[in-house]
């Protein structure tokens, strides 16, 4: 496969709209759409370049026997999605600040320890460049609504029997979330 072109289709706010045109091994043309949070990608090379966009946060609490889970209203699918807290990580922001925010803002917890920090990985590789890091840690605190009027977040503690029960219901989940949760809540003991 042969790039040849990428082309800025349309700027939004916070997502730009590419057109990536190719060649295939057998010389036929395509034309391939992706969106990104960076709004200048001119070559291959830029789409693999830039920083980590966003933090994704695995939350325990203090005794490592509940996950946090938001249940969260995304405009994407058009209903209510289980997914881990997560956000953009602000210019000159560090990955512990960015997740500290972002965990404070969408539930009033406050982030008390990060325990891993994963290295960077894409959030939805077949249509998007965008990049997050994953943190795990512990947080502790009055659980409080969101302060965004752009987000309409509801945050709980789910024990892993919980987190059984919710998999096997018709609830929605993100991808990652879905994943972690159903290795978690078949591991025996703490966290």
Sequence with gaps: MKLRKIQKVLQGEYITRYDIQYETKSGSRKNYEMI????DIRQPEDLH???????IMIIHDQTGNKILLNREYRM??????????AGLIDAGETVAESAARELREETGLQLERIS???RESYS????SNEKG???????AGAMQPSDSEMEEIEARWYSKAEIRDLLLSDARFAARTQAYCVLWSKQSGVV
């Design 116 to 118: 891993e920090e994963w």
């Design 36 to 39: 990104s949070r960076s709004p």
């Design 133 to 139: 890091i994953v943190i795990v840690g512990i947080a």
């Design 124 to 127: 939805a590789v077949g249509f």
């Design 76 to 85: 994407a699918v058009g209903e209510w999605v289980y997914n881990f807290p």
């Design 49 to 55: 370049g830039s920083k980590a966009d966003a933090v």
